[in-house]
């Protein structure tokens, strides 16, 4: 008898313990209502975007385009949703769906859903489709494609690895082999990008340093990228710069391991990369919440100008380099300097960053 | 309901309950889905004394016992100890009521010791449930030498043989006080040798003043050694009688209902040409060891020859060498002159020889295949019952229907699924599957084991049937009886080598065990011995 | 009470025999049909139990169940356009469920059919551009017959090693899943990329795609279902005829319940185990192919969200039943088709969706649960009335 009891116990802990999974998973993924607080500016806008498959939770574009519309919401009043995309068949009846829902701009996230936005647009002539990361050879006039200027953040990456990986005294970690890596996804565009401005950030600073790259051919196996951090580090390197998503988080545990320095990329990374601590010294981020909020906020102002693409640099505030965290007090002080210099002269046009090595 | 005494049927009047019953059951009904199990069955056991639970599978013995021992509750009914009406929940409740039971499979650890083992899950509240082995090891020691259940305490079970495994388990009952043994069907995986030296146990326990039931249905067996004897049939109690009040076919009738033929008569012996022959073989097994050496052997048409031997000595694989399931290392089989040592299962079937494999569950049948299925099964790719790959359905139904009444296959349609037969019906199928194909030679490998006798009555006279139409059957069995009753010659296997022939009816069971383990003529021994070196 | 009669009498008679095979029979006929009961029950009881857990979550959010139920049903089968949703996410589904469960009733756990999609997606992308300019009545055929024998190929050698050296499938498949993923990746980023800076391969002409049911039937309200749903269907009865109406099958059959019993019958397990491992990749190849040829017209690193691990789910909640099959992907085609609209009109996360999946998958997976559960109510049932 007692054995019965406790078998039926057991199933029902089960699904108790099931049931409590899922509501635990759940809730933070609940956006909080947010409780008007004050009065609010209102808008009769509405925005809202569509994730790809990495859905909400990557830490990466999906997140902070997803922050660029919460920013909209608070400070502009517009009504905002997000659909997550759990396979590529969703792109099309998500962004159908929001369309139809009257939501206006739509924003796309990440270059997979090129074609998507192509097809879906000129049914819906009067909605506006913004594409994160996305170029538009010939845009029809409610296209936008939110583009970054990658190359002018990988070069203050560059300008960073460059000082420190000269300067062996800083940090145990560095040596004097005057050697950086960098680590790189598949071989598109914004990647290249942020390889060729990476490389000419170090030489800028340290012509003859050497920098070293590795493809690993995918943004989500992690252990490529270890792998890839790895041979970076037996060749010599002491500092990595990864653009390689998800694979580049394999390449921060690499470094930790193996006594390296990292640098991030996309968004702040000592965020993301749990326990990553002092292995990391910045990142080279996008800021795509800035994009999307400002295209949200020319929407509302009335003059957003759709049909063409958008590239948003260090001028637009929409690239930088993350807060350097733990690294903070122990950067030296010149480092800093020619990181600011870089940046005035980017900004100021007398240096111009090539976007392909 | 239990103001009726319940009067205990009697089929012969100078029987009667025992005096002071130690362990009673009254009016005991229990229902599985679809069947009455125990339908108002009444049994008691005394102190003293042997009781014979006889019956057919199915009959609810076991069922009966395990309510005894608390594994199943009863839908009606009580059990009383000491005359005293108990509950029995669980098996915990049985033992510390003084009732021990070994099962037909053993509830043993095997990688422990036999102390280890007869302690363990002893009573909690005993004071050296924890762990003393020194006392545990001398009780049971003691517990040994006075019944005379010689094993040794420090043996790791799993190097033990069945039989001794069996003491274990008796000893494990005796070690928890038991009053009241109950052994499910004992003898069944047991030697010949094993099982006398069981009944010499038990005589003992029962002169120490124990209760023994033993569960069977093996007639012989009760006639040898019970008491009292109480046969069941289909859930109820249909008799009850002491050995010398009855013989063997007056018990058959009872268990049956119907008059049994225990000994199937057979026709005098007419070999004709060889068709199986056999020549210097040997097979290894799983592990690679030689098991059949240089065995050679010749079936001819019209006769059954039979092999004996305790079981491993090489028998499973010579079956499955000549099947084609196991590649030989060396020698030939050749069927009606035709070469088949290397033909796959599929040639050796189609080439007319019919398997009917020791293990039906496993070899025999697809259990969840339906009926119509399982008879497919081997004729499969043969038309009619399919055509350029695709079967015939309606074809295949009716062959089936056509076996299964030929056969006698009880079953409620062809569409059930084979688990869902008893054994006895499970074998018919597989004869209605292999015979129904009229090979030439059929290989019976066990063919009775664990059947009921009229199951096997059936299966005999099939047997020999085969054989009267100028069939050869190559029979093997563990049963001396039955090698002994069918065949018209007997080989003796014994570590891989046939070590003696003998023609049916010129040799006496003692003379085959003898050669079964080891021993014989002289010439036979050297065989053997020679054998033992590789 | 019952009146005894003499023990002679009923000896001789022969009642007792009567009954006893009277009550086998009727055993035998209860056990068959509470192993059908059971059988169809468990899936809609998994199914069930897993809308249960669901609401408590929409619940514990604050929402309301019904609201957000009625809106995914609204989402999934609500118009032509949502149905048109419900079977285009069904139909890579149907195949991968098919080759999963064929697999499954031949005793093979084919967990690599995510490989074989892929290889089969690889091949109708390739020769679907290859076969640019044939009219479309030859090049689908072609196209799908390429896909279906790269599948096949790809499910080939771990048959081999499992035939030859008992190497598991479970093993081997998974591996060849991970070569195909990444040789597939390395194709459509290097040799066979499209112009441009997407790793992606070059789109398929019309005469290769799979049309839209409703610009083949223009009856039909404009929707994104495609001719692969039809293919899907044909295939899940192909498959049935095949397990029950052929050598091949009733072979594969006799090995996925009882090898041993099936070598004894003259079937060689080896050879079975290849036929069917290659029946099984064959289904996921197709897979791939309708995917690529219906849905994107091109294959990209992301075109599958996992159908073939999917596809284990689908097909052990169709209890490995090729029509069962197309209902259980169905299902799942109208949870993910719903999601969206849940979370647009009931204001309830589309995550919620992906609990019940997750729900019904641990269940379907974990189903003696389920078998114990309704055998404990039977017996407790059986009990109750013999008490009476």
Redesign the interface.
């Known amino acids: 008898m007692k054995s019965k009891w406790s078998r039926s116990l057991a199933l029902l802990l089960a699904l108790a313990l099931i049931a409590s999974l899922s509501v635990g998973c759940a809730a933070p993924q609940e956006p909080a209502p947010q409780e008007p607080a004050e009065e609010k500016p209102t808008t009769d806008v509405k925005a809202a975007m569509v994730t790809d498959v990495g859905g909400l939770g990557d830490k990466s574009f999906n997140d902070m385009s997803y922050a660029g519309l919460q920013r909209a919401e608070s400070e502009l009043g517009v009504q905002i949703e997000v659909l997550e995309s759990k396979e590529p068949t969703d792109y099309e009846s998500n962004i159908n769906q929001l369309a139809n829902a009257g939501f206006n701009p739509i924003f796309a996230v990440g270059f997979l859903m090129t074609d998507t936005v192509i097809k879906v647009a000129p049914q819906f002539p009067d909605v506006n489709f913004g594409g994160i990361d996305i170029f538009f050879e010939n845009p029809t006039p409610n296209v936008l494609g939110l583009l970054f200027k990658e190359q002018e953040a990988g070069y203050l990456a560059g300008v960073v690895a460059g000082k420190l990986t000269a300067m062996p005294d800083v940090d145990p970690r560095i040596n004097d082999k005057k050697v950086v890596g960098f680590v790189g996804g598949m071989e598109i565009p914004p990647v290249q990008k942020f390889e060729a401005g990476f490389i000419a950030g170090v030489k800028s600073v340290l012509p003859d340093a050497e920098v070293k790259s590795v493809y690993t051919g995918t943004f989500t196996d992690q252990q490529k990228g270890i792998e890839a951090g790895k041979s970076l580090i037996e060749g010599g390197a002491d500092i990595i710069f990864a653009a390689a998503g998800a694979t580049g988080n394999g390449t921060a545990k690499a470094c930790k391991d193996n006594k390296a320095l990292f640098i991030g990329v996309d968004a702040d990374q000592y965020e993301t990369i749990e326990g990553i601590g002092d292995t990391i010294i910045t990142s080279a981020i996008k800021r795509v919440d800035n994009a999307v909020f400002l295209t949200v906020k020319d929407a509302v102002d009335g003059k957003l100008k759709a049909g063409e693409n958008r590239v948003f640099g260090l001028a637009e505030d929409g690239v930088g380099l993350a807060p350097y965290h733990d690294w903070e007090t122990k950067m030296p002080a010149d480092v800093k300097a020619a990181v600011d210099k870089a940046i005035a002269d980017i900004k100021a046009g007398t240096v111009t960053v090539p976007e392909s090595k | 309901m239990t103001a009726d005494p319940g009067p205990v049927v009697c089929d012969l009047p100078e029987t009667g309950p025992s005096p002071d019953p130690v362990l009673e059951l009254r009016h005991i009904t229990k229902r599985f889905p679809g069947v009455l199990a125990n339908d108002d069955v009444s049994i008691a056991v005394a102190p003293g004394e042997v009781l014979a639970l006889l019956g057919e599978n199915g009959a609810g013995k076991s069922t009966l016992m395990n309510v005894a021992y608390g594994l199943l509750a009863p839908d009606a009914g009580e059990v009383l100890v000491d005359g005293r009406v108990v509950s029995v929940r669980a098996p915990r409740d049985a033992i510390a009521l003084g009732i021990g039971m070994v099962h037909q499979h053993f509830m043993l650890v095997e990688p422990l010791t036999v102390t280890e083992n007869i302690v363990l899950g002893g009573e909690p509240t005993s004071a050296f449930g924890v762990i003393d082995r020194d006392v545990a090891r001398r009780r049971v020691v003691e517990l040994s030498d006075r019944y005379g259940l010689k094993v040794e305490p420090d043996a790791r079970v799993r190097d033990l043989s069945v039989g001794r495994q069996q003491r274990v388990e008796i000893l494990k009952a005796l070690y928890r006080d038991a009053r009241i043994l109950i052994l499910d069907e004992p003898t069944a995986v047991l030697t010949p040798q094993e099982v006398n030296e069981l009944f010499d146990i038990v005589r003992e326990l029962v002169s120490e003043g124990l209760a023994v039931v033993i569960i069977t249905h093996k007639l012989e067996e009760v006639m040898a050694f019970s008491d009292r004897i109480v046969v069941m049939r289909a859930g109820r109690v249909v008799g009850e009688t002491v050995p010398s009040a009855c013989d063997e076919q007056s018990l058959a009738r009872m268990m049956v209902g119907r008059d049994v033929v225990l000994r199937v008569e057979k026709s005098p012996h007419q070999p004709g040409s060889p068709l199986l022959e056999v020549m210097n073989l040997s097979v290894l097994d799983d592990r690679k060891l030689p098991a059949v050496r240089d065995v050679s052997l010749v079936v001819r048409a019209g006769e059954v020859v039979g092999i004996a031997g305790v079981d491993g000595n090489g028998q499973r694989e010579l079956v499955e060498a000549i099947m084609g399931l196991r590649r030989p290392t060396q020698g030939t089989i050749t069927l009606k002159g035709r070469d088949i040592t290397h033909d796959n299962p599929r040639r050796t079937i189609a080439a007319g020889v019919s398997h009917v494999p020791e293990d039906r569950h496993r070899r025999g049948l697809v259990l969840d295949f339906d009926l119509v299925e399982n008879v497919a099964l081997g004729d499969h790719r043969r038309p009619p019952f399919s055509r350029y790959g695709i079967l015939d359905r309606a074809k295949l139904e009716q062959e089936a229907r056509r076996r299964i009444a030929e056969y006698d296959v009880r079953t409620p349609d062809e569409h059930v699924a084979a688990a869902n037969l008893s054994g006895g019906n499970q074998q018919k199928l597989v004869l209605a599957r292999e015979l129904g194909r009229d090979p030439d030679v059929l290989i019976a490998a066990q063919p009775t084991r664990g059947l009921d006798v009229g199951a096997i009555e059936f299966v005999h006279r099939r047997i020999l049937a085969e054989r009267d139409c100028g069939k050869g059957v190559l029979l093997v069995s563990m049963e001396l009886e039955e090698v002994m009753s069918l065949s018209d010659r007997i080989l003796v296997m014994y570590e891989g080598r046939v070590v003696a022939e003998f023609e049916g009816g010129a040799v006496t069971e003692e003379e085959l065990g003898v050669f079964m383990t080891g021993g014989g003529r002289p010439g036979a021994e050297a065989l053997g011995s020679e054998g033992t070196d590789a | ?2 009146a ?1 009669m003499p ?2 009498v ?2 001789s ?2 009642d ?2 009567a ?3 009277a ?10 049909r ?2 059908r009961a059971i059988s169809v029950a468990t899936p809609f009881i998994s199914v069930a ?1 897993a809308v249960l ?1 669901g609401s ?2 929409i619940l ?2 604050g929402k309301d169940p019904v609201a957000a139920f009625s809106a995914m049903f609204r989402g999934s089968f609500g118009g032509v356009r949502q149905i048109g ?1 419900t079977l ?2 069904a139909t890579p589904l149907v195949f991968t469920g098919l080759a999963v469960a064929y697999g499954f009733r031949s005793g093979l756990f084919n967990i690599g059919a995510e490989g074989q999609l892929f290889m089969g997606g690889m091949a109708a992308a390739w020769v679907g551009v290859m076969v640019a300019g044939l009219p479309w009545a030859v090049s689908v055929p072609v196209i799908l017959v390429a896909a279906g024998l790269a599948g096949a190929a790809w499910a080939f050698l771990p048959a081999l090693m499992k035939a030859r050296i008992g190497a598991h499938e479970v093993i081997t498949t998974m591996m060849f899943s991970y070569i195909g993923r990444y040789l597939v ?2 194709i459509i ?1 290097g040799p066979f990329k499209d112009k ?4 992606q391969t070059p789109m398929l002409p019309g005469t290769s795609q799979l049309p839209r049911l409703s610009d083949v039937f223009t009856f039909i309200e404009p929707n ?1 279902a495609h001719l692969g749903i039809v293919l899907g269907v044909i295939a899940a009865f192909v498959v049935w005829w095949i397990l ?5 099958g ?2 594969a ?2 090995v996925g ?2 090898p ?9 397990v080896a050879a079975t185990t290849v036929k069917s491992l290659c029946i099984s990749g064959t289904l996921a190849g197709l897979a791939g192919a309708v995917e690529v040829m219906g ?2 017209h ?1 294959l ?1 690193d ?4 996992g159908f073939g691990f999917t596809g284990i789910a689908v097909a052990l909640l169709a209890k490995n039943n090729p029509i069962g099959v197309i209902a259980a992907a169905v299902l799942f085609g109208a949870l ?2 719903g ?3 849940m ?2 009109d009931a204001d309830v ?4 969706i ?2 019940i999946q ?2 019904i998958i ?1 269940l379907v997976g974990a189903e003696m ?1 389920v078998t ?2 309704v055998g ?1 109510l ?1 017996d407790r049932k ?2 109750d ?3 009476q």
């Open positions: 009470m019952r005894r023990d002679a009923r000896d008679s022969a007792p025999d009954r006893r095979e009550a086998e029979h009727r055993f035998a006929a209860e056990q068959e509470v192993r139990i857990v408590l979550v514990a959010a949703e285009l996410r990746s390395w980023a441009g800076a997407i790793p994104r029950k109406y052929t050598v091949l009733f072979e059959r006799a319940f009882n041993t019993a099936a070598q004894t019958g003259g079937i060689s849905v994107h091109r990209f992301q075109f599958s969200s993910s088709a999601a969206g609209t979370q647009l996360s589309q995550k919620v992906s609990i997750g729900v641990f649960i114990w559960a404990r039977r059986g009990g009335d013999a008490a």
